[in-house]
């Protein structure tokens, strides 16, 4: 299985790949319409600012091929702004329309901890993740970011798989089919991050 | 639950080789920075920090193919700095494979430059190096490697620095540095608890008890070290078991 890594300038691409390479996977970078709906496996990686993340993927006409293959059942995982694209909107561009793959808005978090929320925290597991599989529930994974999805009970009920709590409840792991999402950088998590991108292989396969 | 204390070991690196001074002059070979990253990656490092300290001095273009090296030995985030001056020095370390970068006399020279990363990056890739040293009751910011003195004071120019885009500051007492004698708890107390992104102390570090003391007093969300972990006085595994006795958050390797 080769997975394409949706290459429209994200800060953390390289390391993506070198933590697939690490697992011995082969991949490739994609950045037209056309390499999308090639793909068997999607990565969206992401860091930094939402608004650059959407308005690439509009530039570059990927927003149609990218819905596309997630509703066609082509197995994909995104990371951080990756997770948040799937959303409705985000307050950090509310002048933008996210993929709306997924109910919810991605809201800037509470003002009463520092941001960003910037280091390794752990997750709350929900309901069964596959992502999280035969990981150590008091394990660590790193997040750097300022904005995320609260968390809102059984609303959405069935994507979120687990919750961090900074400043409020939010998403950490959605899933839902074929979507699988971090708003952690699994590539930089050590080896429990190195699980979920195996977990991810798993279920791409 | 809630974030884990970050332990950061520092390579500061001059060409090839990771170097360390006393009170930043007297600088000494300390090992090759392949070889430590992958050290360090493995006993739980929580992130790496790569300077070029020669950079300021010797105007040498940032060292990317060391950059480049070490990122390809982590899987924890990698910071890097040292002569960062423009947004393009900035965008070929990021390039190189570093995720975060640290500013220091270029943004005190010319603060906009905070945010014009800020912008490119996101602010959780905008590191704000503050070196800092007591002068009478407050604490001087000092440039070009901690020997020249500016017309800022520390606290402040955290402030600024974080209102600009810096997503955390990376402060470091030039008093202390090198000299093992424990971190500078009032200096980093003063900047954690007025700015609201992260602070990761520097300088000073020797003993276990130094890091507990800097995150129960010091109010640091993270400490960094060099020569302690590159001379292996201080195994950053048995330093994470320490604080975990104690009752401090961090995370513990598997």
Not at chain 1, 22 to 44: F, M, P, Q, Y
Not at chain 1, 87 to 103: M, R, Y
Not at chain 1, 135 to 140: S, V
Not at chain 2, 140 to 154: C, F, I, K, W
Request: glycine share 10%; proline share 4%; hydrophobic share 45%.
């Amino acid at each position: 299985m080769k997975i394409s890594l949706l290459d429209y300038g994200a800060g953390n691409l390289p390391s993506v790949e070198r933590a697939f390479q690490r697992l011995g996977v082969e991949s490739e970078r994609i950045s037209t319409s056309d390499g999308v709906a090639k793909a068997s496996a999607l990565v969206l990686p992401g860091v930094g600012h939402y608004g650059a993340l959407i308005r690439a993927l509009d530039r570059d006409g990927l927003r149609e091929s990218l819905t596309g293959a997630i509703e066609r059942g082509v197995p994909f995982l995104g990371i951080c702004l990756g997770l948040q694209a799937l959303f409705q909107k985000s307050d950090e561009a509310t002048d933008l329309k996210g993929l709306e793959i997924l109910p919810g808005s991605v809201r800037v978090m509470s003002g009463a901890v520092k941001l960003p929320h910037m280091g390794w925290d752990q997750v709350q597991s929900k309901v069964g993740s596959r992502l999280l599989e035969g990981i150590d529930t008091a394990a660590y994974f790193y997040f750097a970011h300022s904005f995320a999805v609260p968390y809102r009970g059984d609303d959405p009920p069935l994507e979120t798989r687990a919750t961090c709590s900074y400043g409020g409840e939010f998403v950490a792991v959605a899933e839902k089919e074929n979507i699988s999402a971090v708003q952690f950088h699994p590539e930089k998590s050590g080896d429990a991050g190195q699980r979920v991108l195996e977990n991810f292989l798993r279920i791409a396969a | 639950m809630s974030l884990a204390h970050r332990i950061i070991p520092c390579l500061d690196t001059d060409g090839e080789r990771v170097v360390k001074g006393v009170n930043f002059v007297a600088l000494r070979d300390a090992g090759d920075p392949v070889a430590l990253a992958r050290r360090y990656n493995a006993e739980g490092a929580d992130e790496l920090v790569v300077l070029d300290i020669a950079a300021s001095r010797d105007r040498r273009p940032t060292f990317l193919e060391t950059i480049r090296k070490v990122a390809a030995e982590l899987a924890i985030p990698l910071t890097a700095g040292g002569g960062i001056r423009a947004l393009d020095d900035a965008r070929a370390v990021v390039r190189a494979g570093a995720d975060k970068v640290t500013v220091n006399t270029a943004a005190v020279l010319r603060p906009g430059l905070i945010s014009e990363l800020s912008e490119e990056f996101g602010s959780q890739a905008v590191v704000l190096a503050i070196d800092a040293k007591q002068d009478g009751d407050c604490w001087r910011v000092m440039t070009t490697g901690g020997r020249v003195s500016t017309d800022l004071e520390a606290v402040s120019w955290a402030t600024r620095g974080a209102e600009l885009g810096a997503g955390e500051i990376l402060l470091t007492s030039v008093d202390r540095d090198g000299t093992q004698s424990g971190f500078d708890v009032a200096l980093t107390a003063a900047i954690s608890k007025q700015v609201m992104v992260p602070v990761i102390a520097s300088g000073g570090a020797r003993w276990p008890q130094h890091f507990a003391e800097i995150f129960r007093e010091g109010a640091a969300d993270a400490a960094l070290a060099a020569s302690i972990f590159h001379d292996g006085i201080q195994s950053i595994r048995s330093l994470k078991e320490f604080l975990a006795s104690q009752k401090i958050q961090v995370r513990l390797p598997c």
